[in-house]
């Protein structure tokens, strides 16, 4: 079963096949940070800049009401993405990590555990975008004080606000998957 609801969150990781690295917009889950900067080519040409690199710590929510803790490494912090990316081609790289396709959704095998990108938009093009959801394991988390947290969830608020008024075309475009010509 796939979602055509349309409920990206502040917690969707889009499947995206062009990202060469993972990437979060917020610091919320993430460890071991250290500074890095390096550019980033988005698909509509825009260009971008992580400040930073380190681990993401989550829960994958499914669908079917179950969940898996996991550890994403090397995730870029790009502050001005507007949603989070997990690379295909990090996955694809990773021997440990088996990917494969079942019923137009995406499933992956990390060390027995099963996690299915089970929400899908179909575009106009006839393309989608499948996602799934990871909430931030917190108690990990890098943020310093209290009121460092409350900042970054205000930050958060207002890009997921920004993301809910973009249309999933547009979104789609923006990742560089603007149709299925070549």
């Known amino acids: 079963s796939s979602d055509t609801s349309g409920s990206i969150t502040d917690h969707t990781f889009i499947l995206d096949s062009g ?3 993972h990437m979060r917009y917020s610091k919320e889950g993430m ?5 890095h900067t390096v550019p980033i080519r988005v698909g509509n040409n825009a260009l971008m800049h992580s ?8 829960t994958v929510l499914q ?3 179950t969940s898996t803790d ?3 490494q090397k995730v870029l912090y790009v502050p001005s993405l507007k949603l989070n990316l997990m690379s295909m081609t990090k996955i694809i790289d990773n021997p440990q990590i088996d990917l494969r396709n079942k019923n137009k959704t995406m499933v992956l095998t990390i060390d027995g555990n099963t996690i299915t ?7 106009s093009s ?3 975008l499948i996602w799934v959801e990871i909430r931030p394991r917190t108690e990990h988390a890098c943020l310093g004080t209290t009121d460092e947290a409350e900042k970054v969830k205000e930050e ?5 606000k920004e993301i809910k008024n973009e249309n999933y075309e547009k979104l789609h475009e923006q990742l560089g998957h603007p149709n299925d010509q070549v």
């Open 63 to 65: 669908q079917d009401g």
């Open 156 to 160: 958060e608020k207002v890009k997921v």
């Open 126 to 128: 006839d393309s989608r």
């Open 19 to 21: 990202a060469t690295k």
């Open 70 to 72: 996991i550890v994403l």
């Open 31 to 35: 460890t071991d940070l250290v500074c």
């Open 117 to 123: 990108f089970d929400k899908i938009i179909k575009t």
């Open 51 to 58: 400040t930073h690199i380190g681990n993401f710590k989550g």
